[in-house]
């Protein structure tokens, strides 16, 4: 079957687009990732906030030597990308700087305080936002700070920031004029989706599903093909939680920390996971089960970046049909993109969203094996956390 896979992929990639894609990635080379709690501090409380409805704030570095140490390491084990999130890592820019000199890094903030651009000059910032300037308001600012309208005037026409924009089922309604303010203010969004963790129910409650959302999604990309860093099929696999017939959750999710002991018998299960993926607490040395849990229901979760990584490290899943190939390789190569990997000009994104809008179905059924980018192990470490 490896064969046949091999045999196709060479097919597909005849398209010069395609092939194209597929070799800008190539060239970016193999992912070893990891993510760290940059601090476990934050200036704000969100409702339905991972960090804080796990106690992961209860870690922390009291003194620099954790962190030197921590990096230190990570060099040495091969690390050559870090997501850093927390906490609040616009408090810990000393910190956020040697990372950012040491690796390849993207970093999650909530715009409050301005990541400066001497010293990050082409650091990719996830600027999130959960909603129109009421609900944001609401959810993130406690009813009385204005969390989205700082972050705007933030990071306005700022070509390392992109909004990171997490939708809750029941506001459909908002999200164009939302990406309409961020694109008027200059700037690209990927799309995320609310978990209630928070348990507020109403229109936060993930029961029902995130169909008409998906469809709101679909429109942007239409409206706005050069400023929308998510595609229709890494949307529909998010709120499906379906990619070749599986099922998403612990014993499918690659990014799992591979060598914590929660995690033995989902690596061992045969499912592609990324064996150097570590999500580092904020005291950096103890790990957890995954980035965004402890023990949390996987039901729950529906973050876009682990979700990116289910499907890059899911290749022979959509080796297929040339639509399902290219579905996993437009999604792959905008992770690349965000993420400043690789280069690209507007002409290149309008067209990622145009093929994968034209073949957005679920992969059909395909051998089951763990996959990564070919020619490289069984177990690829090739994919974003
Ligand atoms: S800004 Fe981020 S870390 Fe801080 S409370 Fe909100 S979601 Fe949590
Ligand atoms: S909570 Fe999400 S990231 Fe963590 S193991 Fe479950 S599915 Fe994976």
New binding site residues.
């Given amino acids: 079957m490896a064969a046949a896979g091999s045999g196709r992929l060479r097919d597909y990639l005849d398209d010069p687009f395609l092939g194209g894609l597929y070799r800008a990635i190539r060239r970016a080379g193999p992912l070893r990732s990891i993510s760290v709690d940059l601090t476990n501090a934050c200036n704000i409380r969100c409702t339905g906030c991972y960090f804080f409805s796990e106690g992961m704030d209860a870690h922390r570095a009291d003194d620099d030597a954790a962190f030197d140490g921590f990096v230190e390491r990570e060099c040495a084990r091969g690390t050559n990308f870090v997501t850093v999130v927390g906490g609040e890592p616009s408090l810990a820019l000393d910190r956020l700087r040697v990372l950012y000199d040491r690796f390849r890094i993207n970093v999650a903030t909530n715009g409050i305080r301005r990541i400066p651009v001497d010293g990050f000059e082409r650091l990719p910032i996830g600027v999130s936002v959960w909603g129109d300037v009421a609900t944001d308001r609401e959810l993130r600012g406690g009813g009385r700070v204005d969390v989205f309208e700082r972050a705007l005037a933030n990071y306005r026409d700022d070509d390392r920031a992109f909004f990171y924009y997490t939708v809750a089922p029941g506001h459909a309604d908002q999200v164009e004029r939302v990406v309409e303010r961020c694109v008027d203010n200059g700037n690209r969004v990927l799309f995320n989706f609310y978990s209630d963790l928070a348990r507020t129910g109403g229109a936060f409650d993930a029961g029902g599903g995130f169909g008409t959302v998906r469809d709101a999604i679909e429109r942007s990309i239409e409206r706005w093909p050069d400023r929308i860093w998510t595609t229709a099929y890494l949307a529909h696999v998010v709120t499906t939680g379906e990619l070749d017939g599986r099922r998403?959750?612990?014993a499918?999710?690659?990014?799992?920390t591979a060598d914590h002991p929660i995690n033995r018998d989902?690596i061992g299960n045969g499912n592609p996971f990324n064996p150097h993926f570590r999500a580092y607490n904020a005291d950096f040395t103890t790990t957890r089960?995954?980035?965004?849990?402890v023990d949390?229901?996987?039901d729950?979760?529906f973050?876009t970046w682990?979700h990116f990584s289910w499907i890059t490290l899911n290749l022979r899943a959509h080796l297929a049909t040339r639509d399902a190939f290219t579905n996993w390789l437009t999604t792959t190569w905008l992770f690349y993109r965000i993420n400043r990997l690789v280069d690209a000009d507007e002409k290149t994104l309008r067209e990622v969203h145009r093929r994968t809008r034209l073949s957005c179905t679920p992969p059909p059924q395909a051998p089951s094996s763990p996959g990564g980018l070919p020619s490289e192990p069984a177990t690829a470490d090739a994919g974003p956390p």
């Fill in positions: 998403w959750g612990h499918t999710c690659t990014s799992v989902r089960r995954c980035c965004t849990g949390r229901d996987c729950t979760c973050d682990e």
